[in-house]
């Protein structure tokens, strides 16, 4: 059974800095492509970054891009979200999940936490 148990998630000032990570079990976790989603509160989930199963390439989406950083340690079986500069937009559950492959490009998410609440105040 795939398990992705997601931590670090809190409420942090706007400026300041986070670091999320997902623990993951049941699957070759090296294997498999990772990513990072998020959804605020009447919206729909939106992809955040994603990684390939030997650590490049990433890829982030547009609103996050030079402010948050995707990271993974297939030797801990974990994935990381380095969280800078926050915005109170960023205001959001995280979600961590495990792709159907190990190049995120044209395959889709499978697996998923069960979210950490990230929290930005202005």
């Known amino acids: 059974q795939v398990q992705l148990v997601e931590s670090g998630g809190g409420l942090v000032q706007a400026g300041g800095s986070l670091r999320l990570s997902c623990a993951a079990s049941?699957?070759?976790?090296?294997?498999?492509?990772m990513g990072w989603y998020r959804q605020a509160p009447g919206k729909e989930r939106e992809f955040v970054a994603a990684?390939?199963?030997?650590?490049?390439?990433?890829s982030y989406a547009g609103s996050v891009k030079g402010r948050f950083t995707i990271s993974r340690d297939n030797a801990k079986s974990t994935v990381y979200l380095q969280m800078n500069s926050l915005k109170p937009e960023d205001t959001a559950i995280y979600y961590c999940a495990s792709y159907s492959s190990g190049n995120f490009v044209g395959s889709n998410p499978v697996y998923w936490g069960q979210g950490t609440q990230v929290t930005v105040s202005s």
């Open positions: 990684i390939s199963r030997g650590g490049a390439p990433t």
């Open positions: 049941g699957r070759t976790f090296s294997a498999y492509a």
